[in-house]
């Protein structure tokens, strides 16, 4: 039998030599748009994991495939053991699977997940996304409340869908949003596309303008997108063309600053909700998955999604803390 005293030395070298190891793991987090409030969160819970394990958090910015590319050899130079990507472009897949083993840097992606040369997802690269559909859903349902609350009539009412095909978390997005609306009623023919070149603000108001351009007789909108910055910049472009707040209803997905901001705004606009997820999911507990990975040895899950709740004007605050972002 050991004695206690053993056991206690032998717990207090473990304890050192863990602390030890924790201070050498390096974790990349590589995100596709780093100025978007969504990753700059994702961001810091990922750092509040990093001070609590003690590893090392690297963020990089990547908004193309060469800066990917460059970014993960330079994890792999600096001596990191993994990383988590939000990637720029999901077909960017197999290479990055490539770069990272060359690297020998475990992986895992947030948000957008990889896909191979045949478009289906790479499965054996853990992921954490939102639960696309579902969330849309939500959307597509908030938005038809809202409709019926202001006692529109269903022929009056054109919607912008803000699109971004090539990414299939934002196909689901709008295709659950579409889903609901329809179930309420709305008018398939009256659903206008608007394909944004960028997942930003600036190019979903450059969409949504040529949608509002051509059919200036539409007396009422709603708008839809990938998050957002996508409904975002349809209700600055419904402002841009002089519609007024009650004759556009917006959800977004995100709940981030740019949507909070618009909440505080001392009136009312266009932009009448968001679907809150969670960015300390995608930041903290990827974060932690990877330096258990690292650590531990343990592998994370294959595929985690996340849900997500409604928030307007005068419940965010409730939602917020509620979810535990505040
Ligand atoms: C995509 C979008 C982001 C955010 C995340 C959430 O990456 O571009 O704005 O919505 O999904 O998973």
Same mark, same amino acid.
């Given at each position: 039998m050991r004695s206690l005293k053993a056991i206690v030395m032998a717990s207090a070298i473990a304890l050192t030599a863990s602390a030890a190891f924790a201070a050498d793991v390096k974790i990349g %987090? !590589?995100?596709k748009q780093a100025e978007e409030p969504w990753f700059q969160d994702e961001w810091k819970f990922a750092e509040q994991a990093a001070k609590e394990k &003690? %590893?090392?958090? !690297?963020?990089?910015? *990547?908004?193309?495939?060469?800066k990917v590319q460059s970014a993960i050899d330079n994890l792999g130079a600096q001596g *990191? @053991? &993994? %990383? #988590? #990507?939000?990637v720029p472009d999901v077909?960017? &897949?197999p290479g990055i699977v490539a770069k990272a083993t060359a690297n020998d840097l475990k992986l895992m992606t947030v948000d957008d997940r990889l896909v191979g040369a045949d478009g289906k997802p790479l499965e054996d690269v853990p992921h954490m996304g939102i639960s696309a559909l579902k969330i849309g859903e939500t959307v597509g349902q908030s938005i038809a409340a809202e409709i019926k609350k202001r006692g529109w009539d269903m022929k009056d009412v054109g919607a912008i869908r803000v699109s971004y095909d090539q990414l299939p978390t934002a196909v689901d997005r709008v295709e659950g949003a579409i889903t609901a609306l329809k179930a309420a009623g709305f008018l398939a023919e009256n659903i206008y596309d608007a394909? @944004? /070149?960028?997942t930003d603000t600036e190019a979903a108001l450059n969409a949504a303008t040529t949608v509002l351009n051509k059919h200036s007789n539409v007396k009422h909108w709603i708008a839809f997108g990938l998050n957002d910055e996508a409904v975002l910049g349809a209700v600055r472009a419904s402002e841009s063309v002089g519609i007024s707040a009650d004759n556009m209803i917006g959800v977004g997905i995100g &709940? *981030?600053?740019? /949507? #909070?901001?618009?909440f505080k705004k001392p009136s009312a606009t266009g932009f009448y909700g968001t679907v809150i997820i969670s960015p300390k999911r995608h930041g903290y507990e990827t974060a932690l998955n990877m330096y258990e990975w690292i650590a531990n040895n343990k592998e994370p899950e294959k595929l985690i999604l996340t849900s997500g709740s409604l928030a307007v004007r005068g419940d965010y605050e409730k939602v917020r803390a509620g979810l535990g972002i505040e």
């Amino acid at each position: 039998m050991r004695s206690l005293k053993a056991i206690v030395m032998a717990s207090a070298i473990a304890l050192t030599a863990s602390a030890a190891f924790a201070a050498d793991v390096k974790i990349g %987090f !590589v995100v596709k748009q780093a100025e978007e409030p969504w990753f700059q969160d994702e961001w810091k819970f990922a750092e509040q994991a990093a001070k609590e394990k &003690g %590893f090392t958090l !690297v963020k990089i910015g *990547a908004e193309d495939g060469e800066k990917v590319q460059s970014a993960i050899d330079n994890l792999g130079a600096q001596g *990191a @053991q &993994g %990383f #988590i #990507i939000c990637v720029p472009d999901v077909k960017l &897949g197999p290479g990055i699977v490539a770069k990272a083993t060359a690297n020998d840097l475990k992986l895992m992606t947030v948000d957008d997940r990889l896909v191979g040369a045949d478009g289906k997802p790479l499965e054996d690269v853990p992921h954490m996304g939102i639960s696309a559909l579902k969330i849309g859903e939500t959307v597509g349902q908030s938005i038809a409340a809202e409709i019926k609350k202001r006692g529109w009539d269903m022929k009056d009412v054109g919607a912008i869908r803000v699109s971004y095909d090539q990414l299939p978390t934002a196909v689901d997005r709008v295709e659950g949003a579409i889903t609901a609306l329809k179930a309420a009623g709305f008018l398939a023919e009256n659903i206008y596309d608007a394909p @944004q /070149a960028k997942t930003d603000t600036e190019a979903a108001l450059n969409a949504a303008t040529t949608v509002l351009n051509k059919h200036s007789n539409v007396k009422h909108w709603i708008a839809f997108g990938l998050n957002d910055e996508a409904v975002l910049g349809a209700v600055r472009a419904s402002e841009s063309v002089g519609i007024s707040a009650d004759n556009m209803i917006g959800v977004g997905i995100g &709940g *981030a600053e740019s /949507a #909070i901001n618009e909440f505080k705004k001392p009136s009312a606009t266009g932009f009448y909700g968001t679907v809150i997820i969670s960015p300390k999911r995608h930041g903290y507990e990827t974060a932690l998955n990877m330096y258990e990975w690292i650590a531990n040895n343990k592998e994370p899950e294959k595929l985690i999604l996340t849900s997500g709740s409604l928030a307007v004007r005068g419940d965010y605050e409730k939602v917020r803390a509620g979810l535990g972002i505040e």
